[in-house]
């Protein structure tokens, strides 16, 4: 018997919320430690060659699962797909590490809750998805707490909201694009192929900025790597873990602990503008969601019906 079943299976009898509360604590440090490793690391190496062995890295982390099962997980016809899917991934994470060069941590994680909201839009926009009051509603309130956090006419709009707002837009784009291929594909095919597609983009362009990495420099692109996958798994374990209303809720425990991160690393801390706009984002966040999780209950059969 392993020497963590025990613990495994304790963890397993804990309330759905805790475990997802757990998860999603994982997850905002793994980020956050990201973003921190990306920023310490950028006076001396470009962020395009972070994001190249961030890329790269998170591949040969994967590699076990790619080849496991007899490498089922490769089989796929959405090669374009998958490679549409690798330039919005690639350009998305080249922007968030972009803005930790210029903005606070906590500050990305503020910006980062209005991805539900910014959804949504794409939602109604791309899929043609209906729109009601009460949904339209929680998208102007998402966007009053984007304001808040971000000021306009009261602070200089530097190029680091820029980057986190283009970078959640194009997550945005990530997940209507995962939305569709999980119709017809494996969550380890997904991910595997966005390694597989972004890594050769992130290359063609960091070579135009290359300098070859310290050891202690591969040590930390090494960590970066781990961190990204770690991000991923521990956010797919607190969705299974809690129902997407409880984790949209806790996703809040992000802006804290990016707070401490940035307070102890690069002393800085959030003021209060961005806490008070992230708990409106947060609030207009959980009403999408909640009414997500109403219509598909309305839409559901009942359990009485012919079969």
């Not at 040590?219 to 607190?238: D, H, K, V």
Request: charged share 15%; net charge positive; hydrophobic share 55%.
């Amino acid at each position: 018997m392993s020497f963590f079943q025990p613990l495994g299976e304790w963890f397993d009898t804990l309330p759905g919320a805790i475990r997802a509360g757990f998860w999603i604590t994982c997850a905002g440090a793994c980020f956050t430690g990201m973003m921190t490793i990306a920023r310490t690391l950028s006076p001396e190496l470009s962020i395009l060659v972070v994001v190249f062995f961030r890329a790269t890295f998170g591949l040969m982390f994967l590699l076990p699962t790619a080849f496991s099962n007899g490498g089922r997980r490769l089989r796929t016809k959405k090669y374009p797909l998958f490679a549409l899917r690798g330039i919005s991934a690639y350009l998305s994470v080249t922007f968030f590490f972009l803005a930790a060069t210029y903005i606070p941590l906590g500050d990305i994680a503020a910006i980062g809750f209005t991805r539900p909201v910014f959804a949504c839009i794409a939602a109604i926009l791309i899929l043609g998805e209906l729109a009601r009051t009460r949904r339209w509603a929680a998208i102007a309130i998402g966007m009053l707490g984007a304001l808040i956090v971000v000021r306009p006419g009261f602070q200089e709009i530097n190029p680091g909201i820029l980057y986190a707002f283009a970078a959640v837009m194009l997550s945005v784009c990530n997940s209507i694009m995962i939305k569709y291929l999980s119709r017809t594909e494996h969550p380890d095919t997904i991910a595997i192929y966005q390694a597989v597609f972004v890594a050769p983009y992130a290359l063609i362009v960091a070579l135009f900025v290359w300098k070859t990495p310290t050891l202690e420099q591969f040590g930390w692109l090494l960590l970066i790597g781990a961190f990204g996958a770690l991000t991923q798994r521990a956010l797919a374990r607190s969705f299974h873990a809690a129902d997407a209303t409880v984790v949209i809720t806790l996703d809040f425990i992000r802006l804290p602990i990016a707070a401490i991160i940035g307070l102890v690393v690069f002393s800085e801390w959030p003021v209060i503008w961005v806490w008070i706009g992230s708990v409106v984002i947060v609030a207009s966040s959980f009403l999408l969601t909640k009414k997500e999780v109403e219509d598909k209950d309305v839409n559901k059969p009942s359990s009485d019906a012919p079969t």
